[in-house]
């Protein structure tokens, strides 16, 4: 199918607006609307190595810097280090004169076979961890900024929590009367402001300004005179890599820490309902919750693009298919209003089309594939297979010069479940959902 290489050749619009892949979007059962990435919650569940899938919380990540401390990636193509283990002669502690071999360790990449020693960092002992990093020498003055900035932002935090208790009464029967003691607590609990701005002016005291560079080193004369070595001169994303040292020769390329990964939950911004939920566990691919539109909204897909003529009449064939355990009726109607998507004519059919339930054991029965007969129409419902059709749908071109597209809206059943929830004896309320679907069907030939 069409569909299967290009995904956005068919979409469905979201509720923003937006025009999605149904893949790509999510369906929440208690607003029954579709959601796309952008017009949902993402919330940060667990942080994760991908390739030791250590599982950490936030404040151990934090702390960090969100990379892992056991493994490495390559610092000239980015690729996972592996850990190789060697021989080395060493002299015996009881008898000087005779040799014993030690096992010792060391970082290599798989794909470009840069090593640790390559870049000079000595062989451990152990074969995860021990590895030391290199030492930033401007730790110190980005830790005494980074307290600075904490200390002010609590300050400003306190100032907005005394602005909210302007008006202090002066008399404790009230604060006993109207129940405003714990506000009474709260407010004695604050730091005082002037506190705050003795501490402020120590802080701004002791912040030594940054030294503005004016003049710069010459550059040295073999740069012009030598020729360059390439593979010897590290390249704009290897510097990058770690910007806080940014080597400029392939020598000074050191191991860097492998950045974590999240296991992200997505929620509804309108109902605040979760969408998606994954497992907590990093190894495991399971979701406790995952509300994808595809497994709930019949999917459109074109079976084969047709050789298209302007101002010519030409049958296209699409494909549905139904994820439900449940028959639904599909209504194909045209768009309400102006359409300033389109820019070919479609004729929709007028009569509804009945979609059989999904049935996985469908697929190994030889006698009709499980389902009963339906009574179709041959010039509409070209075939049908278990929970699939192929239905025809006539597009006229209009437009010489611009891609073929054609809007229309697709109605169909749904079966909410979720209202029938706190009430188990209640039935699922049976409820009609549009989605306007957006077909790109290329581009005339060229004759």
């Known amino acids: 199918m069409a569909t299967y290489y290009d995904v956005d050749t068919v ?16 369906i929440c059962r208690h607003c029954l609307k579709l959601r796309c990435t952008d017009c949902v919650l993402h919330e940060v569940d667990s942080y994760y190595c991908p390739n030791c899938l250590e599982n950490m919380p936030s404040a151990e990540a934090t702390m960090k810097n969100n990379r892992c401390s056991n493994c490495f990636d390559c610092p000239s193509c980015g690729h996972t280090l592996s850990t190789r283990a060697t021989t080395v002669a060493v002299v015996n502690p009881e008898d000087a004169t005779k040799s014993t071999t030690k096992k010792m360790y060391y970082l290599a990449c798989g794909f470009c076979r840069l090593t640790t020693r390559d870049v000079g960092v000595a062989d451990q002992t152990v074969a995860s961890g021990g590895w030391k990093d290199l030492e930033n020498p401007h730790t110190g003055r980005i830790s005494s900024l980074l307290d600075i900035y904490r200390q002010l932002a609590q ?9 909210k208790y302007t008006k202090r009464r002066t008399h404790l029967y009230y604060t006993d009367k109207f129940g405003l003691a714990p506000v009474a607590a709260k407010m004695k609990a604050l730091p005082s402001m002037s506190s705050l701005s003795i501490k402020e002016d120590e802080l701004i005291a002791d912040i030594k300004p940054g030294e503005t560079v004016n003049e710069f080193p010459s550059l040295p004369d073999e740069l012009f005179s030598d020729p360059i070595q390439v593979a010897k001169v590290t390249s704009m994303s290897q510097r990058l890599g770690t910007p806080e040292f940014q080597p400029d020769q392939t020598s000074k390329l050191y191991p860097i820490h492998k950045q974590l990964l999240i296991r992200r939950s997505l929620r509804c911004k309108q109902c605040e309902h979760n969408l998606s939920k994954p497992d907590f566990n990093p190894v495991s691919i399971k979701f406790k919750i995952q509300l994808v539109a595809l497994h709930h909204v019949p999917e459109i897909r074109i079976l084969k693009i047709p050789s298209f003529e302007l101002n010519k009449e030409t049958q296209l064939v699409l494909t549905l298919c139904n994820p439900l ?42 006698t009709n594939n499980g389902q009963p007969e339906f009574k179709d129409d041959p010039s509409v419902i070209v075939f049908r297979l278990s929970n699939k059709i192929g239905f025809n749908l006539s597009v006229t071109p209009e437009k010489a010069d611009e891609e073929i597209k054609v809007s229309f809206i697709l109605r169909h059943e749904y079966k909410n479940t979720a209202a029938a929830l706190p009430n188990e004896d209640k039935e699922p309320e049976i409820v009609p959902l549009d989605h306007r679907i957006f077909l790109h069907l290329g581009k005339l030939p060229q004759k």
């Open 325 to 366: 355990v449940y028959n639904t009726t599909i209504n194909l109607l045209a768009v309400d209003g102006e359409d300033d998507f389109s820019t070919a004519k479609v004729k929709l059919p007028e009569s509804p089309i009945v979609l059989a339930r999904r049935d996985d054991a469908a697929v190994y029965d030889d």
């Open 155 to 163: 300050k400003e935090k306190a100032e907005k929590e005394r602005k």
């Open 11 to 26: 979409q469905y619009q979201c509720c923003c607006g937006k025009r999605r892949p149904l893949c790509r979007l999510y």
